[in-house]
C-alpha cells in the first residue's frame, strides 16, 4: 500500500460496495462526495468516512485526498472524472470507462498532460483467479488459443424509466453487462480484427440482448452474449489447442476452475479465497501504478490506452445494433464537453 487517501463521488450501490472493500482491506477511505449533505453524511456514517461533502466539486477541492473512485451513471464518468484530474486527483472510474471512444480519448489526453493516473475500475481484470488464468495462458499451458466464449445475463428491472432501460442515462445490457465478456475477452485474445454484432433493442431503444463474434490476429474466434432480461450460466470458456479452462459461475466475480487437457484430464483447479466482493484488488493495482510513478498505466492488467480502445469496440457495436445515446454529439463528447 502507498498510503494514498480515497475520495468516494457518488453514494449509491456500487460505491457502498467499493466503500466496504476499501475498509476490510485496510485502506485510507478519507472522503465522500454527493450531491446532497444528507446523503453524503449517511454514506459516511456508514462507512465510518471523516468527511462528507455535498457536492462533487467539494470533494474533489479536498486536499486531503490523492485519488477519487468515480462512481456515478456513465454519462457522468467523462465530466466527473476530468473534475477530479483538473483538481490534481487521480481517478478509478466506473466501467465502463465513458460512453464514447471520444470521451476515453479526452480523458487520457487529461490524464497524461497532468502526469495522473486514470484507470478503468474493471475489478474483475484484477481478482486473484484471472490473475492465474493470465499465468496459466502465458506458460502456453493451453497452447494456441483458439476461441474464448462468455455470456452476462442477468434478469433485471424492466421499468423503462430504469436507469438501465433509459438511453439519457447510457442504459442497455452493453455497458452495465456487455463490457465484462468484451473486457475479458480483450484481455485473452487482443484487439479484435472484425466485428459482428446484433441486439434486441426494447420500446426505449436500449439493447436488451447484445450478442458479438468478432475475429483476432491468428484466426481466433470470440463470441459474447450480454442481456439485462434473462438470467443465464454467466459461465466462461477459453479453448486452446492443447487445453481449456473453464470458469464457473459468476465467472466475473471471485469463482473457481478448471485447466482441462484435450483428453478430458483436469490438470489444476483453482478456488477462490477473497474477503468481501473483491473490488479491493483494483485499488491496490491502481496504488500500485501511482507508487510505480507510470501515469499512463503500463503496470496494470488494463491500462489507459486498453480502455481507450475497448471503448471503440463498443462504439462499433452499437453503431451495428442501431444504439444512440442521447447528449452524446457528433465529437462523441457530452454536451457538456463541448
Known amino acids: 500500500m502507498t498510503g494514498l487517501r480515497w ?22 477511505l478519507q472522503a465522500v ?34 485519488i477519487v473512485y468515480v462512481a456515478t451513471p456513465h454519462p457522468m464518468h467523462h465530466d466527473n472524472a476530468r473534475l477530479a484530474l483538473e483538481h490534481g486527483k487521480h481517478v478509478l472510474v466506473e466501467k465502463a470507462f465513458t460512453v464514447t471512444r471520444a470521451q476515453a480519448e479526452d480523458l487520457q489526453r487529461l490524464a497524461a498532460e497532468k502526469g495522473l493516473i486514470a484507470m478503468e475500475a474493471m475489478w474483475t481484470r484484477y ?10 495462458i502465458a506458460d502456453g499451458t493451453l497452447g494456441e488459443i483458439r476461441s474464448v466464449m462468455a455470456d452476462h445475463t442477468q434478469s ?15 442504459g442497455g445490457a452493453l455497458l452495465d453487462l456487455g463490457i465484462y465478456p468484451v473486457s475479458f475477452i480483450w484481455d485473452v485474445l487482443g484487439e479484435p480484427v472484425t466485428i459482428q454484432a446484433s441486439a434486441r433493442l426494447v ?23 450480454s442481456s439485462s432480461r434473462t438470467a443465464g450460466p454467466n459461465t466462461a470458456t477459453v479453448l ?12 466475473y466475480s ?20 477473497v474477503d468481501g466482493r473483491g473490488m479491493q484488488y483494483q485499488a491496490f493495482a491502481a496504488e500500485g501504478a501511482v507508487a510505480a510513478g507510470d501515469p499512463a498505466g503500463g503496470v496494470l492488467a488494463l491500462p489507459i490506452a486498453e480502455s481507450v480502445a475497448i471503448m471503440g469496440t463498443l462504439d462499433e457495436i452499437r453503431r451495428q445494433v442501431g444504439v444512440v445515446y442521447p447528449g452524446v454529439d457528433d465529437a462523441g463528447l457530452g454536451a457538456e464537453a463541448r
Open 33 to 66: 462526495g454527493s450531491r446532497s449533505q444528507e446523503s453524503a453524511d449517511a454514506f459516511a456514517a456508514r462507512f465510518d468516512i471523516p468527511r462528507a461533502h455535498a457536492s462533487y466539486e467539494a470533494l474533489v477541492a479536498d486536499p486531503d485526498i490523492d
Open 240 to 251: 486452446g489447442t492443447k487445453a481449456r479452462i473453464e470458469i464457473d459461475r459468476v465467472w
Open 203 to 225: 420500446e426505449t431503444g436500449a439493447d436488451a440482448e447484445v450478442a458479438t463474434i468478432m475475429t483476432h490476429a491468428g484466426g481466433a474466434i470470440s463470441t459474447s452474449l
Open 254 to 273: 471471485p469463482t473457481s476452475f478448471r485447466v482441462i487437457g484435450t483428453d478430458g484430464t483436469v490438470l489444476e483447479e483453482y478456488a477462490s479465497q
Open 7 to 28: 475520495g468516494i463521488l457518488a453514494t449509491g450501490g456500487i460505491a457502498a460496495s467499493f466503500a466496504s472493500d476499501l475498509r476490510t482491506a485496510g485502506l485510507d
Open 127 to 136: 481478482l486473484p483467479h484471472m490473475v492465474r488464468i493470465r499465468e496459466i
Open 156 to 170: 433485471l428491472p424492466t421499468d423503462p424509466a430504469h436507469r438501465l432501460n433509459a438511453l439519457e442515462l447510457g
